[in-house]
Each structure stands twice: as structure tokens, then as C-alpha cells.
């Protein structure tokens, strides 16, 4: 039997096993039975993949997804594992050359879809073979209360019949209580170990600005992250198309995705964004489930999530490989109010809506963070943790100023034109600036016309934000983004309570130059031999016709950019480098980085 660590540098390159690994690996090889629920990005993929090979014989992986399965047995060929996968996009042929090989025991991991596992001949087959052990990813799809369900997955059910005496590992990034049980439940009968790990994805920065130009944010933001792969998130179909017109005007590369797109133009655009880099797609939140790229190095979202939890899985995707990566969000009150009446257009019951409602304050109160964003996001999810240094706020800290005056100013002309208008209405009366409407309700004749001429637009917007965010007003949600003083508003304008504001929400453009400055400094002084190991690895990439992180990871290049091996033994100490793939690229690596040395000191 091989070491679990021997594996894991021998096989992957890795020195460490991370955080939560070890354990689940353990018990699996073990024989135990396990059910591991851990954040996208976190290392899912090597728990089952480790006790595959120290257990020998072998393992059966079942993921819903040919994309997912063929990178997922590329990337393990290439570290000289032998891992095959049988699925309906080869020809006939070619499953029945794999089979044999299967059945001779030459192969060591098998990927299959469920309805490929489960199917009678199948499971009789396999009994006749030496199986380690079956891992389900993307258990959740077992289970009918997830909004993954998928119906191929059930059937997995008779897992537990068909073979007695086989571990079974599931998988998950899905969290909730409910889902865990069932799959528990169905797959396991209850006997199972349970790991659940913990759901903070410290390398990924959070960091969120008020909407005021976002072309203009959305650029500045891109403006160091030139040739990183990326994801922007918009609400709409055609946002996302007008998104990336207007990023590939602007020197980016971008490319839409939507539900809306011809599926084989759907297909093509993530396989683009998958296979190259510095690639931007510009998505609805279509574009989700089985992106396993773990080079995505920012998240930006252009509109505002739907939820705290969606936010989270959305914001996942970046830095799955652990390397920095950065999630970025632009929110203004108009989308609040759009995600209100989403809400109550649903038709829900009163229960339902409430809790949304709910759901859509807790994602306005991480917006408005006066605190460390990552401790109110990890907090929703039930974790209490301190401040975390890699956030806007932890960067930046903002101290909170004394609103009252302001706020008052704003609650006065919301009595006197009867709380029944919204943000843009009670801005244009306070900065005295006529339209008909105003003129034709005479709140150009009110006393309080005017009165705050001493702060810009953009200013009276984000103090209204916050007295939302704070609870001082209440949004109507009726559809018109009427708004309406709340009793902690009331207080306020009777000054019992004061009103604490954010300077920085209103001047959201300093702090992002800061932010970049720190970008900048963190990034490693090797870049043009981080360059052409790049163009390296996308030319081999491409004779093998795979993704380029299915050669080398990020990591794995700034960690070679950095040590500058020169030996074929430096070059296997590289993150990531395990014996297989440094008997097979260290040559070729070798000779770049030697003739890069050769250039950089004549
Ligand atoms: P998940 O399936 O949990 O989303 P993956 O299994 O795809 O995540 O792993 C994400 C990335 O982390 C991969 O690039 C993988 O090679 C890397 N990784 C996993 N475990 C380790 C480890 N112990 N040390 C270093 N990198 C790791
Ligand atoms: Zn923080």
C-alpha cells in the first residue's frame, strides 16, 4: 500500500495536505464511509483521489458533467495516473478498448456519469472487479430539496446494496442542513462520517463600492488585472452582451454567456474561457455550475447578487487554485429595489416573502459592512471569526462619521412631500433641482428646497443607502422604490438616535486607487519569465489539446518564475511537480527559464 504523503508529492507535487484533507482522506481509506461538505476551490477532488491510489485497485468517480470528468482525467494522465473515463462522447469503440482495460485491472480511477454507473450490466461488471472505492462529486444533485436535483442521481440510492463492501465517499460545496440529511439519509442510511469544513476562502480579497459610473469602475478595477481570466456577473441577458462589447472595445478580451445563447455559441464561449487565458466572460448566473477552472482570478459583479449564499458560490469560482483572487461588487440602491420586486412579483406566499426579504437585508448589511465583510459574510453562514486584513474594510479601515445633520436633512424632506417618493425624487428637491414633476407637486415652493446644496449627488445617494442599510428608512417594495421613514428614522428626527455613516461609501474612488497600489507591490518581480512560461505552457496546452491548467497551475508557474530551477531535481521541488510531470516537462521548462537567466544577465 502507498503513504498518503508519498502520493501526495510523488503523484500531485504537494508537500502539505490542506486544511480538512487529511481526515476525510483517512477515513475513506480506512473503508469508512464519508460525507464531506467543503467550499468550492478547497480541494475536493484530491480527498478521493489520494485513497484511490493508496487503496489500489479500482476507483469509480460519478460526476454529472463530460467536461468536468475529461479535464478532471487529463490532468491526472498527465501525473501519470491511469485514469479513464467511458461516456457517450467517444465512439463505441473506444469505451470497449477502455472497458478492456478496466477489466484487466490496468486502470486506476474510472469517471462515469450515474446513469452509466447504475445501469444493471454495469454494476455487474464492476462486481466481478477489485473496486477501492466509489466518490460521488456534486452529491447534492441526490437530493430533491437542492436546486440541483437531478433525477439520474437518485438511482444512486442502490449504490449502498450493490456493493456492501465498498467505501463510499460524497461530495459537496452545498451547505444546508436539509440537503445533507437526505443525502445522508438515501446514500448512506445514516452511516457515514461527516466532515464538514469550514467556509471561509481567505485568499479570495471582498471588496464592494457604490455604483457610480461602472463602466468607469468596472475598467479601473480590470486596469492591473490585464490577461487574468475573469468572471462579470450581470443581471440581465442583454448586459452581459453589452458588457462585453464594451470590455472588448476597451482592450479586453471578453465573450458573453447566457441562457439565451444558441447552446452550440454557449458551448464554444466557455470552452474558450476554460481552454485559454486572460479570457473574460461576461455572464448571467447561467454560467455556474461545472466551472472548474481554478485559474479564475476575479469575480466582479456588475449588478447584485441574489442572495448572500448566491453571492458566495458565485464569488467561489475565483482562486479555486488558492492563489490571490479577487471579488469585486458594484451596488447601487435601484438594484436593491429591483431584487425587492423580483421578490414580490414571485407570487410567494407571506411566509416566503418575508424570509426573502430578509435574505435581501443581510446581503444589504454586507454591502454596507461598517466592519470586516468577510466576518458579516462568514457570520451568515453561522462562523464567527475576526477581522480578516483581506477586505476593503480591513485594507481601508473607514472610521464612521456623524450623519445626523445630514440624515435629518433627508427625513425633513421626506415629510414634507409625504414618504411616498423615492431616492431620485428627494435628491433633486434637496439640490434644488426643478423637473415637471417636482414643479407640478409645488416642492419647489417647500421650505426645504434646496437645503442641501452643500454636498454633491452622489453624496445625498450613498446617505440615503446607508439610512436604509442602518434601518432608518424603509424601501417600498410595492414596485416603485417609494420611500418611507422607519421608526429608527423617526428617532432620529425626534434626536433621540444619531445616525452613523460611512465617508468612504461616497468617495469610492480613492480607496480602489489605494487598493491597486497593493495589488501592485504584491506582484512578483518575475514577470516576463512568468510571461513566456505562460506562452509555454498555452503552447503545450494546445498540442495536447487540453486546458493549460491541466499542464501547470498558476501557482505552479510564479512558483517557477520564482525559484528559477535549473536542475531537474530544483525543478521537482516546484509546487506542483510531481515525478511524472517532471520527467515529462522539466526539459522543456528547463531550457526556457535557462535561456530567459541567458537574456536577463548578458
Ligand atoms: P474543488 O473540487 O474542491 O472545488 P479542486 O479539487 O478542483 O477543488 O482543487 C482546487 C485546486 O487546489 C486544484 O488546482 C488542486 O490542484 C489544488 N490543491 C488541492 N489540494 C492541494 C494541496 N494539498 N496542496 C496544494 N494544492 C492543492
Ligand atoms: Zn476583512
Not at 448566473?285 to 477552472?293: L, N, R, T
Not at 440624515?407 to 426643478?434: C, N, S, W, Y
Request: glycine share 8%; proline share 4%.
Amino acid at each position: 500500500m502507498l503513504h498518503k504523503h508519498a502520493v501526495l508529492k510523488d503523484i500531485f507535487g504537494f508537500e502539505t495536505f490542506r486544511e480538512g484533507q487529511e481526515p476525510i482522506i483517512d477515513a475513506i481509506v480506512a473503508g469508512r464511509n464519508v460525507l464531506a461538505v467543503m467550499p468550492t476551490g478547497s480541494g475536493k477532488s484530491l480527498c478521493f483521489q489520494v485513497p484511490a491510489l493508496v487503496r489500489g485497485g479500482l476507483a469509480i468517480v460519478v460526476s454529472p458533467l463530460l467536461a468536468l470528468m475529461q479535464d478532471q482525467v487529463a490532468a491526472l494522465k498527465l501525473a501519470g495516473v491511469a485514469a479513464e473515463t467511458i461516456n457517450s462522447s467517444v465512439s463505441r469503440e473506444a469505451n470497449v478498448e477502455i472497458w478492456k482495460r478496466v477489466a484487466k485491472g490496468d486502470v486506476s480511477i474510472l469517471y462515469l456519469t450515474p446513469e452509466r454507473l447504475m445501469s444493471e450490466r454495469m454494476i455487474a461488471a464492476l462486481g466481478r472487479l477489485n473496486i477501492s472505492l466509489i466518490a460521488i462529486d456534486e452529491a447534492h444533485c441526490m437530493s430533491q430539496w437542492g436546486a440541483a436535483f437531478r433525477p439520474e442521481y437518485a438511482a444512486l440510492e442502490g449504490l449502498r446494496n450493490a456493493f456492501p463492501a465498498v467505501p463510499i465517499g460524497a461530495f459537496t460545496a452545498t451547505a444546508d442542513e436539509v440537503t445533507r440529511r437526505d443525502i445522508m439519509q438515501k446514500l448512506f442510511a445514516g452511516n457515514a462520517d461527516e466532515f464538514v469544513a469550514g467556509f471561509d476562502r481567505p485568499n479570495i480579497s471582498l471588496a464592494v463600492e457604490a455604483k457610480h459610473n461602472t463602466p468607469r469602475q468596472l475598467l479601473a478595477f480590470l486596469e492591473s488585472r490585464k490577461g487574468e481570466s475573469g468572471i462579470v456577473y450581470a443581471l440581465s441577458r442583454k448586459s452581459t452582451e453589452e458588457w462585453a462589447a464594451f470590455l472588448n472595445e476597451n482592450g479586453h478580451r471578453a465573450l458573453p454567456y447566457h441562457a439565451g445563447l444558441p447552446s452550440g455559441q454557449r458551448e464554444e464561449h466557455q470552452n474558450i474561457f476554460m481552454a485559454e487565458e486572460g479570457v473574460i466572460i461576461c455572464a448571467t448566473i447561467a454560467f455556474g455550475m461545472g466551472i472548474d477552472k481554478p485559474d479564475v482570478r476575479f469575480v466582479f459583479h456588475a449588478d447584485l447578487p441574489a442572495t448572500l449564499d448566491a453571492y458566495y458560490q458565485e464569488i467561489g469560482r475565483a482562486g479555486r487554485d488558492g492563489g490571490p483572487a479577487a471579488a469585486h461588487m458594484v451596488f447601487g440602491l435601484e438594484d436593491m429595489r429591483m431584487r425587492r420586486r423580483f421578490i414580490d412579483d414571485e407570487g410567494a406566499g407571506d411566509e416566503r416573502r418575508r424570509r426573502e426579504h430578509k435574505r435581501l437585508d443581510a446581503l444589504l448589511s454586507y454591502c454596507e459592512a461598517p466592519a470586516c465583510r468577510r466576518e458579516t459574510l462568514l457570520s451568515y453562514f453561522g462562523e464567527t471569526s475576526g477581522p480578516c486584513g483581506n477586505c476593503d474594510v480591513c485594507r481601508n479601515p473607514q472610521a464612521t462619521a456623524d450623519g445626523t445633520a445630514h440624515a435629518k436633512k433627508i427625513l425633513l424632506v421626506m415629510q414634507a412631500t409625504g414618504e411616498r417618493f423615492g431616492a431620485a425624487h428627494i435628491i433633486d428637491v434637496l439640490l434644488a433641482k426643478p423637473n415637471d414633476r417636482i414643479v407640478a407637486l409645488s416642492h419647489d415652493r417647500l421650505s426645504v428646497y434646496g437645503s442641501g446644496r452643500d454636498l454633491p449627488k452622489s453624496a445625498w445617494q450613498s446617505l440615503v443607502r446607508q439610512l436604509v442599510a442602518t434601518q432608518c428608512l424603509s424601501l417600498d417594495v410595492a414596485g416603485f422604490g417609494g420611500l418611507s421613514i422607519a421608526p429608527k428614522g423617526r428617532a432620529v428626527l425626534a434626536g433621540i438616535e444619531t445616525f452613523h455613516y460611512r465617508p468612504d461609501m461616497m468617495g469610492a474612488a480613492k480607496g480602489r486607487r489605494k487598493e491597486r497600489a497593493a495589488t501592485a507591490a504584491a506582484a512578483p518581480a518575475h514577470d516576463d519569465l512568468l510571461k513566456r512560461l505562460k506562452a509555454l505552457r498555452w503552447k503545450l496546452a494546445r498540442e495536447r489539446n487540453v486546458a493549460a491548467y491541466v499542464i501547470f497551475s498558476d501557482k505552479t508557474l510564479i512558483d517557477m518564475a520564482t525559484r528559477q530551477p535549473l536542475t531537474e531535481m530544483d525543478f521537482g521541488q516546484v509546487h506542483g511537480v510531481g515525478e511524472t510531470k517532471r520527467d515529462r516537462f522539466a526539459s522543456i521548462f528547463l531550457k526556457e527559464i535557462a535561456s530567459h537567466c541567458a537574456q536577463s544577465f548578458p
